[in-house]
């Protein structure tokens, strides 16, 4: 499909992002995700290559670019399966909280690490008690003096083990509700702070994810992200870019599925034809191809609208309700077409649908997605 939202520009940096990707880290994934981890030389050369945080201003250390260079970068890197360099997430869900809510002094103090990827972060919402309703959090920061004092746990943390700030959903008014949280940014090596489990998954082998652990950790006043008991208030209007961005890295994935899926039901010879031949199987391969043609029609007018600053809330979870699960649908569709070899390490379809499964739940669940949909409409 011939998509019209990239100039020249975004082609060319696409292109340069490509070779890099082939060249530097593809390569290397392999063995990152039999070490579980993706080494932090890695990140700082994406960094170092422009393709952490484009739209950071100059002051900050970036370029300045439009969404449309995340969208590259997304595309890209879910489209090789690299998983595990998740720089969407440090770069388009994690930073833009420290950019809109910051200070300029806490800006100028980490904005220019986040896009030479020396400062890598992390966003501590999840806890072992409550996942999806995130008014329940149970981890504090309690002002005491110039200092909160921060107590909690929270799990499943990506770029838990590697992160050198950590934006922490705390309540900072316990009597409060939702109306008690607040982000407070936790750096590495401050004392109270450590990190739990690196935690094994069913995919996403080279992610770190980590549980962090908060005992009595005394955290500067200056670290609050914007004003205290906003923190709810801040994720709701951030909320909207993640679920896009995670909704972008299902659809590139499905694509890729549909695309290495084709090339060997081609190839694959049975009964002497290409498995591809069989009436069954091209149907198959058709009514993938055209839910993710339409999946793709989907994404790109939000990403116009996210642009254009439209409100996206409901349409943005009707595509991070949808999106994920056709990821889910192609990626099992596609191991079938494989046969034997689709459940094979060697072949990559294999990675790649255990790969997809998580994203209907993180960034908030198909479910999660279907109740705000069903909210907005009334019902
Ligand atoms: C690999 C991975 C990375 C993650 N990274 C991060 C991170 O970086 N930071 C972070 O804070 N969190 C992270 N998470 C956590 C993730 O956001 C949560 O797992 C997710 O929000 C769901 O919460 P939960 O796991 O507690 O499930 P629960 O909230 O316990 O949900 C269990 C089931 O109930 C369903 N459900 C919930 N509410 C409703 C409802 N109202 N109606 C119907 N069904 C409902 C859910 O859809 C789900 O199927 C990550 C998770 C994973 C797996």
Same mark, same amino acid.
């Given at each position: 499909?011939?998509?019209?939202?990239?100039?020249?520009?975004?082609?060319?940096?696409?292109?340069?992002?490509?070779?890099?990707?082939?060249?530097?880290?593809?390569?290397?994934?392999?063995?990152?995700?039999?070490?579980?981890?993706?080494? +932090?030389?890695?990140?700082?050369?994406?960094?170092?290559?422009?393709?952490?945080?484009?739209?950071?201003?100059?002051?900050?250390?970036?370029?300045?670019?439009?969404?449309?260079?995340?969208?590259?970068?997304?595309?890209?890197?879910?489209?090789?399966?690299?998983?595990?360099?998740?720089?969407?997430?440090?770069?388009?869900?994690?930073?833009?909280?420290?950019?809109?809510?910051?200070?300029?002094?806490?800006?100028?103090?980490?904005?220019?690490?986040?896009?030479?990827?020396?400062?890598?972060?992390?966003?501590?919402?999840?806890?072992?008690?409550?996942?999806?309703?995130?008014?329940?959090?149970?981890?504090?920061?309690?002002?005491?003096?110039?200092? /909160?004092? !921060?107590?909690?746990?929270?799990?499943?943390?990506?770029?838990?083990?590697?992160?050198?700030?950590?934006? !922490?959903?705390?309540?900072?008014?316990?009597?409060?509700? /939702?109306?008690?949280?607040?982000?407070?940014? !936790?750096?590495?090596?401050?004392?109270?702070?450590? &990190?739990?489990?690196?935690?094994?998954? #069913?995919?996403?082998?080279?992610?770190?994810?980590?549980?962090?652990?908060?005992?009595?950790? +005394?955290?500067?006043?200056?670290?609050?992200?914007? !004003?205290?008991?906003?923190?709810?208030?801040?994720?709701?209007?951030?909320?909207?870019?993640? +679920?896009?961005?995670?909704?972008? #890295?299902?659809?590139?994935?499905?694509?890729?599925?549909?695309?290495?899926?084709? @090339?060997?039901?081609?190839? +694959?010879?049975?009964?002497?034809?290409?498995?591809?031949?069989?009436?069954?199987?091209?149907?198959?391969?058709?009514?993938?191809?055209?839910?993710?043609?339409?999946?793709?029609?989907?994404?790109?007018?939000?990403?116009?609208?996210?642009?254009?600053?439209?409100?996206?809330? @409901?349409?943005?979870? #009707?595509?991070?309700?949808?999106?994920?699960?056709?990821?889910?649908?192609?990626?099992?569709?596609?191991?079938?077409?494989?046969?034997?070899?689709?459940?094979?390490?060697?072949?990559?379809?294999? &990675?790649?649908?255990?790969?997809? &499964?998580?994203?209907?739940?993180?960034?908030?669940?198909?479910?999660?997605?279907?109740?705000?949909?069903? &909210?907005?409409?009334?019902?």
């Amino acid at each position: 499909m011939e998509r019209t939202l990239f100039k020249e520009e975004h082609i060319i940096f696409r292109d340069s992002l490509k070779k890099f990707l082939d060249k530097e880290i593809s390569p290397q994934f392999e063995q990152w995700e039999k070490d579980g981890i993706v080494p +932090r030389e890695a990140w700082r050369k994406m960094g170092e290559n422009g393709f952490l945080c484009p739209w950071l201003e100059g002051k900050y250390g970036g370029p300045g670019a439009d969404f449309l260079y995340s969208v590259a970068i997304c595309e890209e890197l879910f489209y090789r399966g690299i998983t595990g360099l998740v720089a969407p997430l440090h770069s388009d869900i994690i930073v833009p909280y420290i950019h809109s809510f910051g200070s300029e002094e806490q800006k100028m103090k980490w904005l220019p690490g986040c896009a030479s990827g020396s400062t890598l972060t992390a966003i501590a919402m999840t806890e072992p008690n409550t996942g999806s309703d995130l008014a329940a959090i149970r981890t504090t920061a309690i002002r005491d003096g110039d200092h /909160y004092v !921060v107590n909690g746990q929270k799990t499943f943390i990506s770029i838990g083990i590697l992160s050198d700030l950590v934006i !922490v959903v705390a309540k900072t008014d316990t009597k409060a509700g /939702y109306k008690g949280i607040s982000l407070v940014c !936790v750096e590495a090596g401050t004392p109270g702070f450590s &990190r739990g489990r690196h935690l094994e998954k #069913m995919g996403w082998h080279s992610q770190d994810t980590a549980e962090l652990v908060f005992e009595d950790c +005394r955290v500067p006043v200056s670290n609050l992200l914007g !004003v205290e008991g906003k923190g709810f208030y801040y994720l709701m209007q951030k909320l909207q870019q993640e +679920r896009l961005v995670a909704s972008m #890295m299902a659809q590139s994935m499905a694509e890729a599925m549909l695309d290495m899926t084709v @090339k060997y039901c081609k190839e +694959r010879m049975i009964f002497g034809s290409p498995v591809s031949s069989f009436q069954h199987n091209t149907f198959k391969i058709v009514e993938m191809a055209t839910e993710i043609e339409l999946g793709r029609t989907f994404i790109d007018s939000l990403i116009v609208d996210h642009m254009a600053g439209k409100d996206i809330t @409901k349409k943005v979870s #009707m595509a991070k309700a949808w999106i994920p699960e056709l990821a889910n649908r192609v990626a099992y569709h596609c191991v079938q077409l494989h046969g034997g070899y689709g459940y094979m390490e060697e072949y990559p379809i294999c &990675r790649f649908a255990r790969d997809a &499964r998580v994203i209907s739940i993180f960034a908030g669940t198909t479910e999660v997605m279907k109740v705000i949909i069903g &909210r907005m409409m009334g019902l």
